[in-house]
Nanobody, 118 residues
Framework: VQLQAFGGGLVQTGGSLRLSCAASGRTFSRYVMGWFRQAPGKEREFVAAITSSGYTDSIQGRFTISRDNAKNTVYLRMNSLKAEDTAVYYC????????????????WGQGTLVTVSS
């Protein structure tokens, strides 16, 4: 599966942003979809994941992951953004189940940059 993330940009502190990740292929619904982020000088970290049936796991109560299997798209809604949310956000696809580790995800999008300014 090929993934393309978009929707990043510059937003002020306290603002909101919705990221999207479009997947190619007809097997999108088989995958657990995840969002990760990587800030400058830091390791890539888990943000949220969602199964095909809608079960979610997230480390941020301000962030909500959702998906539309009919559109082969997964979303990440981010509210009350803070400067420390500044990072490149990646979407990824996993077949082994909900996981917070990057190694479990076999497919990755190219990333979209989110910059939160104060």
């Amino acid at each position: 599966v090929q993934l393309q993330a978009f929707g990043g940009g510059l937003v002020q502190t306290g603002g909101s942003l919705r990221l999207s990740c479009a997947a190619s292929g007809r097997t999108f619904s088989r995958y657990v979809m995840g969002w990760f982020r990587q800030a400058p000088g830091k390791e890539r970290e888990f943000v949220a994941a969602i199964t095909s049936s809608g079960y979610t796991d997230s480390i941020q109560g301000r962030f909500t992951i959702s998906r539309d299997n009919a559109k082969n798209t997964v979303y990440l809604r981010m509210n009350s953004l803070k400067a420390e949310d500044t990072a490149v956000y990646y979407c990824a696809a996993c077949l082994v189940g909900v996981s917070r580790t990057t190694g479990a995800y076999a497919f990755w999008g190219q990333g979209t940059l989110v910059t939160v300014s104060s």
